[in-house]
């Protein structure tokens, strides 16, 4: 399984954001997107999802062409996406959350039971208002409202923001579980988070892709300059 970006360009009305972004995700590994607030993260799965205007590029899962279709339908061709800032429901309970990600797959009858195993606070919590759990719980949620779509490609968008240290770490530990399962496209800004779980990384600046390879293959002078700008 594999999720290809090629020479992607994205616009806000007249502002171009995305330059030309290529990447490439693979299931068995975590990719990581990494970059300082405003490099254009957001924007890059955003036009994957096909969520912002998309002039140019590829979007190729398992090597089908995704682009020109709408979100709904990205989705449904098996892209999981977790947005910055979690975006659950507050009024819903946690079931009611996980039905409605069960929308982008027709097949996706009932939560399967991998994903209550992974997350067992959500079971527990199953009929609670989402905006009644803590920042972690509520990640955890978004992250299985992707998942109990049995989606190939996972995408995620800061999921450490404003999230306590030690559920960071076990929200690394799952996203580190499911590249077996999924290929993994994970948005930080959270460096050290990101280097220490990624397999693959993908440095991002200005709306350009300025460097790529392993975590201890990247120049760490030019990284700490990207970062900090
Ligand atoms: N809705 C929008 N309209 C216009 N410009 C936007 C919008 N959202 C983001 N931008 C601009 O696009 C650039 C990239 O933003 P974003 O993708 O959110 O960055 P990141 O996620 O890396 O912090 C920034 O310069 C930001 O100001
Ligand atoms: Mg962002």
């Known amino acids: 399984m594999a999720l290809e970006i090629k020479g992607l360009l994205a616009t806000y009305g007249e502002g171009m954001v995305l330059h030309g972004v290529s990447l490439t995700a693979k299931k068995g590994k975590v990719t990581a997107l990494v970059g300082r607030n405003g490099a254009g993260k957001t924007t890059t799965l955003k036009a994957l999802m096909g969520l912002v205007e998309t002039p140019r590029g590829s979007i190729r899962l398992d090597g089908r ?5 709408p979100a709904y339908a990205r989705a449904r061709a098996g892209i999981g996406y977790v947005p910055q800032g979690r975006e659950i429901f507050p009024q819903l309970t946690v079931g009611e959350n996980l039905e409605l990600g069960m929308e982008a797959n027709p097949e996706a009858k ?23 759990l803590s920042g972690g719980q509520q990640q955890q949620l978004a992250i299985a409202r992707a998942l109990v779509a049995a989606p190939r490609a996972l995408v995620l968008d800061e999921p450490t923001e404003g ?9 690394g530990r799952v996203i580190t579980a499911l590249k077996k399962d999924v290929a993994v496209l994970l948005v930080e ?14 440095v991002i600046e200005k709306g350009e892709i300025v460097q790529h390879g392993a975590p201890d293959e990247l120049d760490q002078e030019k990284l700490k300059e990207t970062m900090s700008l």
């Open 65 to 69: 062409e995704l682009m020109g279709l």
């Open 110 to 132: 009932e939560v399967p039971e991998g994903v209550f195993e992974t997350f067992p606070i959500l079971r527990e919590f199953l009929n609670r208002r989402g905006g009644d």
């Open 163 to 171: 999230i306590q240290p030690s559920v960071v770490q076990e929200i």
């Open 189 to 202: 800004q959270y460096l050290e988070f990101a280097l220490d779980i990624a397999d693959d990384v993908y």
